[in-house]
């Protein structure tokens, strides 16, 4: 099974390993898979395993650096446009708190994502 690390990075961990299992098991035995490339394969799995775990300390770095922003931004009056309207609307950041797995001020009535301010006032 050659295989490029490409296209492993659509497969879990799970699936690469139970298709390794499955290539043993019905490999011919008068001609074996080859060492190097057996190694070949565990290397790609252990590149697939540092790619996931990458991304999930590139998530939490990103939740980390969005809290900070918004706590940075409590007690400031920013500029903001909300979901769905046309018209910019002014107000004092009072909180920040996750709403569906996103961080957003809380303004007055209203839950603001910070890609939703528009300008930062004093």
Do not use: C, H, W
């Amino acid at each position: 099974m050659a295989t490029s690390t490409g296209a492993l990075s659509g497969i879990g961990q799970d699936q690469f390993l139970q298709l390794l299992i499955a290539q043993l098991k019905n490999q011919d035995p008068l001609s074996p898979v080859d060492n190097s490339q057996f190694i070949s394969q565990l290397a790609s799995l252990n590149t697939v395993q540092g790619l996931q775990d990458l991304n999930a300390s590139f998530s939490q770095q990103l939740k980390l650096q969005q809290l900070t922003q918004g706590a940075d931004l409590i007690g400031k009056t920013i500029d903001y446009l909300p979901t769905g309207a046309s018209a910019i609307k002014t107000g004092k950041v009072s909180s920040v708190e996750t709403q569906n797995g996103s961080f957003v001020l809380q303004v007055g009535a209203d839950a603001v994502t910070l890609d939703q301010i528009q300008s930062l006032r004093s």
